[in-house]
């Protein structure tokens, strides 16, 4: 079930393999990397939860870090997490063990199909620290205008229903060396990681034939995602006291949700008020933080500075969203 050539280099590598699931190809991903078991992992704070459980399935130890309003992890975040962990007992930091053995793994989410820029990351960690790029949520992203994988040990997606490639299951880990992949073993009707139990085998071989009408419809949705982020973009103004989620130059996010950021509580709930009139579909924040579920738990960094934004709604980008747009608009401005 290795993946073809002309896909694999869609994620920026050489070799990709297909397996069940997204949360098993980031457990599969941390056993291609062997870090020493009991290392921390640095993970976005409001990453899925199925990444932290990913984390100790592998035998590893999730460390959470805060973001800000950009609502995906940064160089800076980053480094200050890594010098926090070095001056201070891990146990000042909330972990109820002191298990964690250095940082081994950074896992950068673009959630919610927002760019991390991967490539300032690389410089701010030690060679030692490797790097997995989530692409779950990202199609055809553009970081600071560099696309995925260039600056990343290896590459995990999703395909599930939900996500911008969609085969409504499975998942892909992708790097380059194929000497890695060697931990499956693809002579089986299962697959074998360590010793671990056997995973069923990833997807059944007409999946393959998928790649290229699935990989159709993830390029027109995309179009229509942008477009209609553009739309939002020029509707919303400095006096409605929110805004679009920020892009840096080179940016190009596959908005997978879009982001609108408030300043005020009373501006976003009115902002909710006028999308449940108009039967605009949106999603708030989870109010369930990934390190606060008991079978996960880690440790969360939390910097003084800059802490996760909850003043913000997550627009849905589909077509009859944006049919709904201008009634929204003519409630929400009016």
């Not at 939860?49 to 995906?72: H, M, Q, S, T």
């Not at 679009?244 to 997978?256: E, F, I, M, N, R």
């Not at 976003?268 to 369930?288: D, K, N, S, W």
């Amino acid at each position: 079930m290795m993946l073809p050539d002309w896909f694999c280099r869609l994620y920026g590598k050489r070799y990709g393999i297909f397996v069940p699931s997204g949360m098993l190809a980031i457990e599969s991903a941390l056993r291609l990397l062997n870090p020493p078991l009991g290392s921390g992992v640095l993970i976005p704070s409001n990453a899925c939860w199925k990444i932290g459980y990913a984390v100790r399935r592998a035998g590893l130890y999730p460390v959470f870090l805060d973001v800000g309003e950009n609502l995906v992890i940064r160089a800076y975040e980053i480094k200050k997490a890594i010098e926090a962990l070095s001056e201070q007992p891990i146990a000042e930091l909330g972990s109820t063990s002191n298990t964690v053995e250095g940082i081994s793994v950074c896992i950068a989410v673009h959630h919610l199909g927002l760019p991390v820029n991967v490539g300032h990351i690389r410089q701010i960690l030690p060679n030692r620290i490797s790097i997995i790029e989530d692409y779950a949520q990202a199609w055809r992203l553009l970081s600071g205008g560099e696309s995925v994988g260039i600056h990343s040990d290896v590459v995990v997606t999703s395909f599930g229903a939900s996500k911008p490639l969609s085969l409504g299951f499975g998942g892909a880990v992708f790097c380059n060396e194929l000497e890695r992949l060697k931990i499956f073993d693809l002579s089986r009707q299962v697959q074998f990681v360590r010793q671990n139990q056997p995973i069923p085998y990833a997807l059944p071989c007409p999946a393959i034939e998928e790649l290229n009408r699935a990989t159709d419809i993830a390029d027109a949705s995309l179009y229509s995602r942008k477009h209609f982020a553009s739309t939002v973009e020029q509707s919303l103004g400095a006096n409605s006291g929110s805004e679009l989620w920020s892009k840096a130059q080179g940016d190009q996010p596959t908005w997978c949700r879009i982001p609108i950021l408030f300043n005020t509580f009373a501006n976003m709930q009115y902002f909710i008020r006028c999308a449940h009139y108009v039967g605009l579909t949106y999603q708030i924040p989870h109010e369930t933080e990934p390190y606060e579920i008991p079978f996960i738990g880690g440790i969360r960094i939390s910097l003084a500075v800059e802490t996760c934004r909850k003043l913000y709604v997550l627009l849905y980008p589909d077509p009859e969203n944006e049919k709904r747009w201008e009634n929204f608009v003519d409630s929400f401005f009016g």
